[in-house]
C-alpha cells in the first residue's frame, strides 16, 4: 500500500473516532427525529460494459469525477465470485482489459470502486458468465507508444484487439469497422455526461449515427488490427466488429464502442522579439475551445528558477467574411503579446506555455506544458529614435551604439487608418549614414493627405545566426 493510501486511510480513521467520541459525550434526554440531506452537485459516475467470449471476460469501464471528490489512488475494479477475488487499479476516464474465467458456469461480479473519504464505495457493479455460443468483443484500444503527443503529432495509429468464438461457424467475412469524426460533431444528447462510451445502448434517433466508411479484416480468434492516421484534434473514433450470417446473408454485429482521441489543445507560441534585457512573445489558441482553459507563461533561469510567472490574458476580434452576403461566416480570433523586462544581457532563460483546464474526456484537473522556448538574450546595445516635424514631412533619425551588430536594417509602414479598416499608404527604408558600432539611420517620411494615420518603424534584428525580422521599434498616429 503506498504511502499516500495509509495516510489518507489514517486522516479518516480519525475522523470518525473524533465523531464517535463527541457522540459518546452526549446525555440523551429527548428522542429527536433529523431528517439528514446531503447534495453531492457533481457526484462520481461509471459506465460499466461486459462482454463474454467463450471464457473470456472483456470489460469496458467509464469513469468521470468533475467535482474531484474520489481520493487520488483508491479507483479500483474488482471482479469476484465466491471463491476467488481480482482486483485492478483504474484511471478516469476508460479503462478496458480482459480476464480468464476459469470457473465455468459461474457468475463473475465486476464492479468498479473508489473512496470519497469514507472507504471504499461502488460506483457501479455487473455480472456475467461465461459463453460458449458465437460471441466476440473488442477487448483493447491501446494508442501506439511510439507516437509523442508532446511533439505535435498530426495523426494517431492505434492498435485494435478483437476476440471472438464461431464455434460452429455460423460467420464469414469477420471484419472491424471504424469512422473517425470530430468529436463536434456530436449531438451531445449522444453521451452520458461522463463518456460516450457505451453509446451503442444509449444512443437516442436523432445523434450522430457513423457510417464505418474504413475496414479491415479479422482473420484470427485473438488478432490486433493497426489503424492509422486518425487526426490527432479532439476526434471521435467509432469501431464495430461483424460479421456475415452463413445461413441468411445478414449482418451480425458482435460488438460496438466509440473512444475519444486524447485532448489536444494547442496554441501558437514563439519570439516575436528579443533584446538584451527584454523578451516578447507571442501567443495564440489554434483554435477556440468550448474548454475553459487558462494559459500562463513561465520563465525560468538557467537554475531552473522561476523568474516570473504571467497569467495570459487574449485580445479577440470577430471577422466576418462575405458580409456583403447574407451567409457571411463570422470568426473570431484570439492573441496575446507579453514582454518581460528586466532580463541579464547575454543570458541563458527557457520560457514555458502552461495550459491549465479539466479534459473532457476524463474530468482529471490538467495543468501540462504545451510549448517550451529556450533562449539567450542578446549583447548590450542602445537605440534612440527621433521624429522632427517639418510641416510637410517627418524627418526620423535612428541613432544605435551596437557593438555586437545586432541591428540590420530599419523599415517604416505609413497606414491611413480613417476608417475601420486600415490601408498602407506609403512604406520605404532607412538610409545609413555611418558605419560601425556607432550607427545612424535617417528617412524623410511624407505626411499622408489624409484624416489620420499611424506610421510604424521596425527593425530586423541577428545574432549568432538568429533573426528576428518586422521587430516594432516606434510608432506614431497622427
Known amino acids: 500500500m503506498s504511502l499516500l493510501k495509509m495516510r489518507k486511510q489514517r486522516e479518516n480513521e480519525q475522523k470518525r473516532e473524533a465523531i464517535s467520541k463527541m457522540f459518546a459525550s452526549f446525555t440523551v434526554t429527548a428522542v429527536v427525529t433529523v431528517t439528514a440531506v446531503v447534495i453531492r452537485a457533481n457526484p462520481p459516475t461509471a459506465d460499466l460494459t461486459l462482454r463474454s467470449v467463450g471464457n473470456q471476460l472483456i470489460y469496458r469501464a467509464t469513469v468521470a469525477d468533475p467535482d474531484q471528490k474520489i481520493t487520488q489512488d483508491s479507483l479500483v475494479l474488482t471482479i469476484t465470485t465466491p471463491t476467488m477475488t481480482y482486483e485492478e487499479d483504474m484511471t478516469l476516464g476508460l479503462t478496458m482489459g480482459t480476464f480468464t474465467m476459469t470457473q465455468a458456469s459461474t457468475e463473475y461480479k465486476v464492479s468498479v470502486k473508489a473512496s470519497l473519504g469514507y472507504g471504499l464505495e461502488t460506483l457501479t457493479a455487473s455480472t456475467i458468465t461465461s459463453n460458449a455460443g458465437l460471441s466476440g468483443a473488442i ?14 503529432a498530426n495523426y494517431l495509429t492505434y492498435f485494435i484487439r478483437t476476440i471472438y468464438d464461431d464455434p460452429n461457424e455460423e460467420l464469414s467475412d469477420l471484419t472491424l469497422y471504424y469512422e473517425y469524426v470530430p468529436i463536434e460533431y456530436l449531438n451531445e444528447s ?9 453509446y451503442s445502448s444509449q ?29 490527432n484534434w479532439n476526434y471521435a473514433v467509432f469501431l464495430r466488429l461483424a460479421g456475415t450470417k452463413v ?126 522556448i529556450p533562449f539567450n538574450t542578446f549583447p548590450e546595445y542602445s537605440v534612440e529614435v527621433e521624429r522632427v516635424d517639418t510641416g510637410t514631412a517627418y524627418e526620423y533619425t535612428i541613432t544605435v551604439n551596437d557593438p555586437s551588430m545586432i541591428f540590420q536594417d530599419f523599415t517604416y509602414n505609413v497606414y491611413d487608418t480613417t476608417t475601420q479598416y486600415e490601408y498602407y499608404v506609403d512604406y520605404g527604408y532607412f538610409v545609413t549614414q555611418s558605419q560601425g ?34 521587430c516594432l521599434l516606434d510608432t506614431f498616429e497622427g
Not at 477487448?139 to 505535435?152: C, F, H, N
Not at 556607432?438 to 506610421?455: D, Q
Open 247 to 372: 445461413a441468411d446473408q445478414t449482418m451480425v454485429i458482435l460488438d460496438e464502442m466509440m473512444f475519444t482521441t486524447p485532448y489536444n489543445i494547442q496554441a501558437s507560441f514563439y519570439i516575436s522579439d528579443l533584446g538584451s534585457d527584454y523578451a516578447t512573445f507571442y501567443i495564440y489558441p489554434s483554435e477556440m475551445s468550448s474548454t475553459p482553459v487558462d494559459f500562463t507563461l513561465n520563465l525560468f533561469d538557467v537554475d531552473e528558477t522561476l523568474v516570473e510567472s504571467i497569467p495570459v490574458v487574449f485580445q479577440s476580434e470577430t471577422v466576418t467574411e462575405g458580409e456583403w452576403e447574407s451567409s457571411g461566416m463570422t470568426y473570431t480570433y484570439q492573441w496575446a503579446e507579453i514582454t518581460v523586462d528586466g532580463l541579464d544581457p547575454l543570458t541563458f532563460y527557457r520560457a514555458d506555455l502552461f495550459a491549465a483546464y479539466t479534459d473532457p474526456n476524463t474530468t482529471e484537473h490538467v495543468n501540462r506544458a504545451l510549448r517550451t
Open 139 to 152: 477487448a483493447e484500444v491501446t494508442l501506439d507508444p511510439s507516437i509523442d503527443l508532446g511533439m505535435e
Open 203 to 231: 444512443i437516442p434517433a436523432n445523434a450522430y449515427v457513423p457510417s464505418y466508411y474504413y475496414s479491415q479484416p479479422i482473420t484470427e480468434l485473438d488478432q490486433i488490427t493497426t489503424i492509422s492516421e486518425i487526426p
Open 437 to 470: 558600432a556607432e550607427r545612424i539611420y535617417t528617412a524623410t517620411i511624407m505626411k499622408p493627405t489624409v484624416a489620420s494615420f499611424r506610421i510604424d518603424i521596425f527593425t530586423t534584428k541577428a545574432y549568432e545566426g538568429t533573426y528576428y525580422y518586422g
Open 190 to 198: 449522444s453521451s452520458s455526461e461522463s463518456s460516450w462510451e457505451s
